[in-house]
């Protein structure tokens, strides 16, 4: 018997399959505000079926953003996060807000702000050299991540996801390659751990019992020199000790490995006519194809290094990344994972979990070609297929 259908909890939270919309950035917030469209895509995402649809990373605190259409969750913005969280609870679906720091990856000229990391490493990326964070950055930060938390629960989310992943603020704590740091923030695991741990209290203290709590990780960088899966068991068994409600397992970095987040093909020309900055456009133009490193595109790429994680906690856990074949599907969750995520399915069809449904094992049509990723730019979601 298949578990995909059947109910399954993340925390207080029951839903109805074992299916997640994961976080994966809209573009649908102009100035930092969520736009109509964004409620209609995850209305549509919970009309598809998705058990529960995560709406993509919100910025804690306006530091945080590289776009300037990208969420950065306020009291001001209540209201249209509360209409969003009707419409994905009128279709009977649940709604997830993931919550994060761009850290190093934040744009300067968008926020106004100096950009922060946890030490001075240069980020070829962005093109900057950002600021280590100070002990009063860090202690505002963590509070930003509890009063979000709070703006959340309030707004009308079922779960909130900690982005400890991809190579954004959290991660870059987390990641030997990035933390160079020789204080209580740096140095061996836990003390790389620590703003993880320290954000998920706050997170978990303003969550109350209500609110389903949930962890986006690494299992791995994917470059030598990075975070590998044995630090990544220790990090998931941190994530349970302050309390999570579920664990989602990725993996990547988005300075120095973000087609390990992914897989698949490099749409560069997209890539480049969407990037505004000239001196980046000319950068991606003349070293695109060098700096950024492909990887095959797979089922379920994640699974062999994420089975590694099964059995040590005692958590939910979610596999993400290739997930759109229902026999893959299947496979996961026999192997005794709980909930898979996808993305570019749902981006594709967002009602394959309808298809999902059918006696005929589903495929995707994702081919991928990762168009999508590089339509965000444009303040849309757009698959070309
Ligand atoms: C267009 C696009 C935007 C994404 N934005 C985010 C994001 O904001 N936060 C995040 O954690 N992951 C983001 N991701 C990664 C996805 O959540 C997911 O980990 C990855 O796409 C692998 O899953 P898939 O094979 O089902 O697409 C994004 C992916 C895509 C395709």
């Given at each position: 018997?298949?578990?995909?259908?059947?109910?399954?909890?993340?925390?207080?939270?029951?839903?109805?399959?074992?299916?997640?919309?994961?976080?994966?950035?809209?573009?649908?917030?102009?100035?930092?505000?969520?736009?109509?469209?964004?409620?209609?895509?995850?209305?549509?995402?919970?009309?598809?079926?998705?058990?529960?649809?995560?709406?993509?990373?919100?910025?804690?605190?306006?530091?945080?953003?590289?776009?300037?259409?990208?969420?950065?969750?306020?009291?001001?913005?209540?209201?249209?996060?509360?209409?969003?969280?009707?419409?994905?609870?009128?279709?009977?679906?649940?709604?997830?807000?993931?919550?994060?720091?761009?850290?190093?990856?934040?744009?300067?000229?968008?926020?106004?702000?100096?950009?922060?990391?946890?030490?001075?490493?240069?980020?070829?990326?962005?093109?900057?050299?950002?600021?280590?964070?100070?002990?009063?950055?860090?202690a505002e930060l963590i509070d930003a991540f509890g009063k979000a938390t709070t703006i959340a629960k309030e707004a009308g989310f079922d779960v909130v996801e900690l982005q400890a992943g991809h190579g954004?603020?959290?991660?870059?704590?987390?990641?030997?390659?990035?933390?160079?740091?020789?204080?209580?923030?740096?140095?061996?695991?836990?003390?790389?751990?620590?703003?993880?741990?320290?954000?998920?209290?706050?997170?978990?203290?303003?969550?109350?019992?209500?609110?389903?709590?949930?962890?986006?990780?690494?299992?791995?960088?994917?470059?030598?020199?990075?975070?590998?899966?044995?630090?990544?068991?220790?990090?998931?068994?941190?994530?349970?000790?302050?309390?999570?409600?579920?664990?989602?397992?990725?993996?990547?970095?988005?300075?120095?490995?973000?087609?390990?987040?992914?897989?698949?093909?490099?749409?560069?020309?997209?890539?480049?006519?969407?990037?505004?900055?000239?001196?980046?456009?000319?950068?991606?133009?003349?070293?695109?194809?060098?700096?950024?490193?492909?990887?095959?595109?797979?089922?379920?790429?994640?699974?062999?290094?994420?089975?590694?994680?099964?059995?040590?906690?005692?958590?939910?856990?979610?596999?993400?990344?290739?997930?759109?074949?229902?026999?893959?599907i299947d496979r996961v969750l026999d192997a005794g994972f709980d909930f898979v995520a996808m993305a570019r399915a749902l981006i594709c069809e967002p009602d394959f979990v309808v298809r999902l449904k059918?006696?005929?094992?589903?495929?995707?049509?994702?081919?991928?070609?990762?168009?999508?990723?590089?339509?965000?730019?444009?303040?849309?979601?757009?698959?070309?297929?």
């Open positions: 018997m298949s578990k995909l259908f059947t109910p399954g909890k993340i925390g207080p939270i029951e839903l109805p399959n074992r299916t997640i919309r994961s976080a994966a950035f809209e573009g649908m917030c102009p100035d930092g505000r969520p736009a109509p469209a964004l409620i209609e895509h995850h209305r549509q995402m919970a009309a598809g079926g998705v058990g529960l649809t995560t709406v993509a990373y919100a910025a804690v605190s306006p530091g945080g953003r590289t776009f300037s259409h990208q969420m950065w969750l306020h009291e001001g913005i209540k209201d249209e996060l509360r209409s969003l969280t009707d419409a994905v609870h009128r279709e009977g679906g649940a709604a997830a807000l993931q919550l994060g720091h761009a850290g190093f990856m934040a744009d300067g000229a968008v926020t106004g702000q100096p950009v922060l990391a946890p030490s001075r490493v240069l980020n070829l990326f962005g093109l900057n050299l950002p600021r280590p964070m100070t002990e009063p950055d860090i954004y603020l959290i991660s870059q704590f987390l990641s030997p390659y990035t933390n160079r740091r020789k204080d209580r923030w740096g140095g061996s695991l836990d003390g790389r751990a620590r703003l993880m741990v320290e954000a998920l209290r706050a997170v978990r203290a303003a969550a109350g019992s209500h609110l389903g709590v949930i962890v986006k990780m690494n299992l791995r960088d994917g470059f030598d020199g990075g975070l590998e899966v044995d630090e990544a068991v220790a990090v998931a068994r941190l994530a349970e000790q302050e309390g999570a409600d579920g664990l989602v397992l990725s993996g990547g970095f988005a300075n120095r490995t973000p087609w390990y987040i992914l897989r698949g093909d490099l749409p560069l020309d997209d890539l480049i006519a969407g990037e505004r900055n000239q001196l980046k456009k000319l950068g991606m133009r003349l070293f695109g194809k060098l700096v950024v490193e492909c990887f095959p595109f797979e089922e379920a790429y994640f699974f062999d290094l994420a089975q590694q994680v099964v059995g040590t906690v005692d958590l939910p856990l979610v596999l993400v990344g290739g997930l759109q074949n229902r026999l893959a059918q006696p005929e094992p589903a495929v995707s049509r994702c081919e991928p070609c990762n168009r999508c990723v590089a339509s965000m730019y444009h303040g849309e979601q757009h698959c070309p297929l």
